[in-house]
């Protein structure tokens, strides 16, 4: 039997821990952030890892149709969604994750999850809008040296933003393409 005291010590401890996980998040955020280094290439476009979250969109096809844009074969794709629902399995994304996949000191836990971030796809596209610490970090943790973005409050992740509406997928992928183009790093 449960008693309301209980009950709100377990309710304490479980806001300390998620309080803990947050911080440790962020710091390991920012300690990827003050050590990044920008390494530009010429490599062409081959590989193409978009991060989103599913909160926002269910659009799979459409998020598909950036990869055909810059000529992206479908196996060299890799989508991963991060959702606030604890249910993900009703997400038809390649994988998605929520906070349950970090553990209370901020490390991934998922392996697919931290095998989409050691990835080194030639282009990361992270496609969101809402200000989420693990989107962040995971965008940040990328392997990718090109990350490209919408809007985002911390310039510091993104090489490339591009500062669309996030229901403006169209336009999203033209202004991508074009910047891509000027870049060199799409196959003529």
Known sequence: MC??????????????????????????????LKNREAHFNTVKIEHLGIILNADETSDLEALKAIAQTLDVRPNKLKIVAFTSSKDVLAYSWDACFNT????????????????????????????????????????????APLKVGIFQLDKRINDLIIKTDFNKLDLFKTELKKYLNVLNKLHA
């Not at 309301?4 to 990827?32: A, C, P, Q």
């Not at 971030?117 to 962040?136: C, G, H, M, R």
């Open 100 to 143: 349950k996949d970090f553990t209370w000191n901020g490390k991934v836990k998922n392996a697919e999850l931290q095998a989409f971030i050691d990835t080194e796809f030639d282009l990361l596209i992270s496609y969101y809008a809402t200000d989420v610490l693990e989107l962040k970090y995971l965008t940040a943790a990328s392997k």
């Open 3 to 32: 008693t309301f005291t209980t009950f709100v010590t377990k309710y304490k401890d479980i806001m300390i821990l998620k309080g803990l996980k947050e911080k440790s998040i962020k710091k390991r955020l920012n300690s990827i």
